[in-house]
């Protein structure tokens, strides 16, 4: 099955299929400390990690596999962070969903309003009736945001991330297609 690609707009941002030349912008995010603390990997150190992921991310959404946003600021199109779904699951209508924004930007509401974006897209575009998210509980921001859209936590799995020397747990939360609030 092929996705349908589309750009989303809502009234502050647009987003749009990540491309090769957003790399600079999603290692200004991989590479901050604080964008990637509750992230399931180390910070970026060099800008060639970030240009061989935007690559893998562009022909994994080719191949259908993945769908990977830029959120970019409607007024000029820059890149402010990305969400994505991934981890399709067609036949049983579900994916995973993940997203990240430049730390300057976050507190804003940029992150719901992208969110949503791309949840009614799956939701309504795509026939999803389930998208699933995996964060770090001491991510207390990540997880009111999951949750003011509609997200439930079931479960927590404990010492599933071994991120540089730090042992992380998981809270994962669901969020069924009625149960969502747009």
């Known amino acids: 099955m092929s996705l349908p690609q589309k750009t989303l707009e809502s009234a502050r941002l647009r987003l749009r299929a990540l491309r090769l030349d957003d790399a600079d912008g999603y290692y200004a995010i991989c590479s901050d400390p604080v964008a990637m603390r509750y992230s399931s990997h180390v910070p970026y150190t060099d ?59 976050q507190g804003k509401g940029y992150a719901a309003e992208a969110l949503r974006l791309a949840l009614a897209y799956a939701f309504d575009d795509l026939g999803l009736q389930r998208i699933e998210a995996d964060i770090d509980p001491r991510n207390t921001a990540s997880c009111k945001l999951v949750e003011r859209v509609g997200f439930k936590q079931e479960g927590l799995l404990r010492s599933r991330w071994h991120v540089a020397s730090e042992v992380c747990d998981t809270a994962f939360y669901g969020l069924l297609k009625d149960e969502f609030i747009r």
Request: charged share 20%.
């Open 47 to 105: 800008r060639q990690q970030a240009v061989d992921k935007v690559a893998s991310l562009v022909k994994l959404q080719a191949e259908s596999a993945s769908l990977a946003l830029a959120i970019t600021l409607r007024e000029n199109d820059s890149y402010v962070g990305n969400v994505s779904l991934f981890s399709m699951d067609m036949k049983n209508f579900r994916c995973e969903v993940g997203y990240a924004l430049l730390p300057s930007l």
